[in-house]
Each structure stands twice: as C-alpha cells, then as structure tokens.
C-alpha cells in the first residue's frame, strides 16, 4: 500500500500532491483497488469511492481536483469534479468509461476537460457545465489513434489547451489547441 502522485501545485505556503492510495483489499498480494487521495503539507486524506486524481488546484480559499471514480464490478471508469470535497460527475448522460484531465480555475470559472472513452471525444466543461467538443479523436476508428489533453489555461476569454495526438504507436505529435469562451 502507499501513495501515488500525478500532480504537484503549491498555493502560497502549502504544498500538495494529488494521485491515488493502492490498497489490497485481501493482504499485501494480489488484487489492489485505488483509492482517489490527495496530500497537503504531509497529511493524507483519502475521498470516497475507487479512482485516482489526475490534477489539483487551489483558488480562493477553495480546493479543486479532477479525477475519475471506477466501479470495479464493471471496470467503467467516470469521470468527476470535486470541490472541497464534495463529488460532481461531469458527463453523467454518457454510458461508458470518461475521463477528466486538465483543469485550471479562476474568476472567471472552473474549467476542466472530459474524454468519452478511450481516445474518444473531449468536451470542454466550465462551472460543472458541459460548454462544447473540443476535438474529435477517433480518427479513422483505428484503436491505435488517440489523443489527450495534458494542461489547460484562460486568460482574457481564450481557452488554451496542450496535449499529443498519436497515429500508431511510434508516431505522437504535440497539439496546442485555442477556443474562445463562449459560455
């Protein structure tokens, strides 16, 4: 059992890290759940249900993390929105797996990105809201193209995304992607 991390931010004096606890239900061996969990300043603190969080921020005085919760019994994946602890699924209305991996938080909104699938469509999602597609990813319908989106910014209305897309396996190319804030 330990702590995994996928992100570091710091916000004035404290320093976090989210990411996932794995934890074996039956001993030390075999199968392992994840439990979504963050850290601050040394403290562990472990959320409802299995997942991890892939990002964290902190603005005003709030905490923000994005994530996914899987149900093991159907190894569907949903992705979430949590915001000082308490869980929003973002994109309920989809049947299958989703994820969410970008976030950035501000005045003028919580924006983060949500995927349908694996290399399926990314929404665009701002206050818990879905606001519009950002891209398609299914190519030609080949399981080996895919996309993500890594990180996101806003600043004066213009939505900046960067990620990669591939096309097979060796052949991956950085994307920068720009949509105004429309909502």
Same mark, same amino acid.
């Given at each position: 059992?330990?702590?995994?991390?996928?992100?570091?931010?710091?916000?004035?004096?404290?320093i &976090?890290?989210?990411g996932y /606890? *794995?934890? &074996?239900?039956?001993?030390?061996?075999g199968?392992?759940?994840?439990i979504p969990?963050?850290?601050? $300043?040394?403290?562990?603190?472990?959320?409802?249900?299995?997942?991890?969080i $892939?990002?964290?921020?902190?603005?005003d005085?709030h905490?923000?993390? *994005?994530g996914e919760? *899987? @149900?093991?019994?159907?190894?569907?994946?949903?992705?979430f929105?949590?915001?000082?602890? %308490?869980?929003?699924?973002?994109?309920?209305?989809?049947?299958?797996?989703t994820?969410s991996s970008?976030?950035? /938080?501000?005045?003028?909104? /919580?924006?983060t990105?949500?995927?349908?699938?694996d290399?399926?469509?990314? &929404?665009?999602?701002?206050?818990?809201?879905?606001?519009?597609?950002i891209?398609?990813?299914s190519? $030609?319908?080949?399981?080996?193209?895919?996309?993500?989106i890594?990180?996101?910014? %806003?600043?004066?209305?213009?939505?900046?995304?960067?990620?990669?897309?591939?096309?097979? &396996? @060796? $052949?991956?190319?950085? /994307? *920068?992607?720009?949509m105004?804030?429309?909502?």
């Amino acid at each position: 059992e330990g702590f995994n991390p996928t992100s570091m931010p710091v916000s004035g004096e404290d320093i &976090y890290f989210s990411g996932y /606890v *794995i934890h &074996y239900p039956d001993g030390e061996s075999g199968e392992y759940e994840e439990i979504p969990a963050y850290v601050k $300043n040394g403290e562990l603190t472990c959320l409802e249900g299995n997942g991890q969080i $892939n990002s964290l921020t902190v603005y005003d005085g709030h905490l923000y993390m *994005i994530g996914e919760i *899987i @149900d093991y019994s159907t190894y569907i994946c949903k992705a979430f929105l949590w915001t000082d602890g %308490v869980a929003q699924e973002l994109h309920p209305s989809y049947q299958g797996s989703t994820y969410s991996s970008a976030l950035f /938080v501000d005045a003028t909104g /919580v924006y983060t990105t949500v995927q349908e699938g694996d290399g399926g469509d990314f &929404y665009l999602w701002k206050d818990g809201q879905l606001t519009g597609n950002i891209s398609n990813f299914s190519g $030609n319908g080949s399981e080996n193209e895919y996309g993500w989106i890594e990180d996101m910014y %806003v600043l004066d209305g213009e939505i900046y995304m960067g990620g990669f897309l591939c096309s097979g &396996y @060796d $052949n991956s190319h950085a /994307v *920068i992607w720009h949509m105004k804030d429309c909502s």
